[in-house]
């Protein structure tokens, strides 16, 4: 992991961790040199195989499609594992003898700086994830006291975890979810209730201006959210 997006759509935003960014470029090369050694060795199958193999899985991620998760590009890593671990192994034996004590070190500590790393990256998303899971439960709960039951309809910005949390239908009117219409949630609103989730400093659709209005106090990651629910 590189400490960005968990989905991006567009992928155009600054990685939050540029520093473990560099082994993006570090494990082509990596790879590449474990192919070489496996050449060396007149074994070139074994390195060469899940290379090719892993650059096939990624690259239709990687060019031509406009979205992209860390989780995609699982299987290419697992594949290039095979020559990077050829690579690693090699290097200490590869130099002159006086040499490998200081190469077994550097291949030490780079396996170690990557593990730290990605534990460190690791934690970080666990500890964002549980943030916003207990703010969709969190949510969720506050609207079950405002008499929001199934059958319901959410909308807004965190419609989907929290229609699932509320175990109402989830409906969004633009982004790369979008499976409705303003037309429809009107309609929706005359025979059960429809919630409008609204991000702060931002007003609610011009059909839930009228709705009435609820703070949701209490969350960690989504301080300030309202809630605009529909007359009954």
């Known amino acids: 992991m590189d400490g960005g997006m968990m989905l991006c759509r567009p992928c155009t935003r600054t990685w939050h961790h540029a520093g473990a960014s560099v082994w993006w470029f570090v494990l082509p090369l990596a790879a590449a040199g474990g192919v070489l050694v496996a050449a060396r060795a007149r074994r070139l199958a074994t390195a060469l195989l899940p290379a090719l193999c892993g650059l096939s899985v990624a690259l239709p991620y990687l060019l031509l499609i406009d979205y992209a998760a860390p989780r995609f590009l699982l299987p290419a890593y697992a594949l290039a594992a095979i020559p990077v671990a050829d690579c690693a192994l090699s290097l200490p034996t590869s130099v002159r003898p006086g040499l490998r004590p200081a190469a077994l070190a550097l291949v030490a500590a780079l396996v170690t700086a990557q593990t730290v790393s990605q534990h460190v990256i690791l934690t970080h998303a666990v500890r964002i994830s549980a943030a916003d899971n207990g703010d969709y439960a ?22 989907t975890p929290v229609g699932y949390e509320a175990h109402c239908a989830s409906g969004r009117t633009a982004g790369h979810n979008r499976n409705t219409t303003r037309t429809a949630i009107r309609a929706t609103a005359r025979t059960e209730p429809v919630a409008v989730l609204v991000r702060p400093y931002h007003r609610p659709p011009a059909y839930a201006r009228t709705w009435t209005p609820h703070p949701l106090p209490g969350l960690r990651s989504h301080h300030g959210y309202r809630v605009f629910l529909s007359p009954r």
Not at 138 to 154: F, G, M, N
């Open 138 to 159: 969190r949510i969720a709960a506050d609207l079950r006291t405002l008499e929001v039951r199934p059958p319901c309809l959410i909308t807004g910005r965190l419609a």
